[in-house]
């Protein structure tokens, strides 16, 4: 790939995500909005004025025709991801796909499979993987500030976006799950999940998921859109100290607390003492996280290194959506994975 001339980029799908992504393609140097392709004909018009320079198609085929375009951003209804995902895939374009990958485990693995055998680039939009407070936690993870990680629980509820066509966990599950599947660095060993139907028949508004990792930690997840508490916090709990991540935070997005047990001395039976030190807030950059995760994606192609989202780690979240979804259906019944190994 010539490190001079701008990856040229095309964004399928303009309705929710997919402007977004297009304005941040558009934007970031070294990187040129070549398409904007969507079925819907009153969508492209809308957008048309803030990309004057972007060709606008309602043909899929026409973009990948295109032999000058490097890259295609598919940010469609999560049925589709798959199936459009290998169509670029085979005419050899690399691949960024909004999150969830895929509806099922044998579908993402299928375009995990192909990106690897073409060669091309496959990234999942986990934006928070990203995001430049849990980078930080990641840090705190892996240098052994946090002592040995224990447990780690996500809260991610709100009143409302109701949606009709997937429930609590597919909506707002892919964020939490790919976040502790990043921050533990482990395939997950088994899942289980319970949630309620309130609003709709057959669509769980309210879901608490439970995540075992090989090595024997533990995720819990609380994910609902009817809350009375708008929240995106991510809680690990370590044996030296515990940190928080907290996205709705506008400054103070990551807390750690110096606490923990004291280690016993005595004879069995006594008290397990607790130690509290500092609570203090390291600075966080305050760079858009979809600016990140474009810039990543680009440089991952032009230096041929695998993204930290890559096709794999969505394959490994669809996984663990999918048997929790098999959870929910069987009353919470614990589902054992393999994972999502190549």
């Known amino acids: 790939m010539d490190a001079v001339r701008p990856l040229r980029v095309a ?26 392709c969507d079925l819907d004909t009153s969508l492209l018009d809308r957008h048309r004025a803030a ?16 032999p000058d375009t490097d890259a295609v951003v598919i940010a469609t209804p999560v049925p589709t991801h798959a199936a459009l995902a290998l169509r670029a895939i085979a005419a ?3 691949v960024f796909v909004e999150k969830p990958l895929a509806l099922t485990a044998a579908d993402a693995r299928a375009v995990a499979e192909a990106a690897d055998a073409a060669g091309v680039t496959c990234m999942v939009d986990h934006l928070l993987v990203l995001h430049p407070g849990v980078t930080k936690v990641k840090e705190l993870v892996d240098t052994g500030h946090l002592g040995q990680v224990h447990y780690l629980y996500g809260n991610r509820l709100n009143l409302g976006i109701v949606r009709k ?16 599947m990043h921050l533990v660095g482990e395939p997950a060993v088994e899942v289980s999940a319970t949630g ?6 057959g669509v769980e508004d309210v879901v608490f998921g439970r995540i075992l990792f090989a090595s024997g930690v533990i995720g819990h997840l609380h994910l609902s859109w009817l809350d009375p508490h708008k929240m995106r916090r991510m809680t690990v709990i370590g044996s030296e ?17 110096d606490k923990g047990p004291v280690p016993r001395t005595g004879d069995y039976g006594e008290y397990i003492q607790v130690r509290s030190g500092d609570i203090f807030s390291p600075k966080i950059d305050s760079a858009e996280p979809l600016r990140l995760v474009c810039q990543h994606f680009l440089d991952s192609i032009r230096d041929g290194t695998a993204p930290v989202a890559d096709g794999w780690a969505g394959l490994a979240t669809v996984e663990v959506l999918e ?20």
């Not at 990309?51 to 295109?66: H, K, Q």
């Not at 066509?165 to 892919?174: F, I, Q």
């Not at 100290?241 to 607390?257: A, L, N």
Request: proline share 4%; aromatic share 10%.
């Open 92 to 94: 050899g374009k690399h």
């Open 11 to 36: 964004v399928v799908g303009m309705s929710y995500w997919g402007p977004n992504l297009a304005r941040n393609f558009d934007r970031i140097e070294g990187s040129e909005l070549a398409w904007a």
């Open 51 to 66: 990309f004057p320079r972007t060709g606008f198609t309602t043909d899929l085929d026409e973009v990948l025709a295109d």
């Open 165 to 180: 066509d997937e429930n609590a966990l597919w909506s707002l599950g892919p964020h939490d799950i790919s976040v502790m």
């Open 196 to 201: 309620a139907c309130y609003l709709q028949e």
């Open 241 to 257: 100290r515990m940190v928080v991540f907290d996205d709705m935070e506008s400054e103070r997005k990551i807390t750690v607390y």
């Open 323 to 342: 048997a929790m979804d098999t959870s929910l259906a069987n009353g919470g019944r614990p589902i054992t994975l393999e994972g999502a190994s190549r």
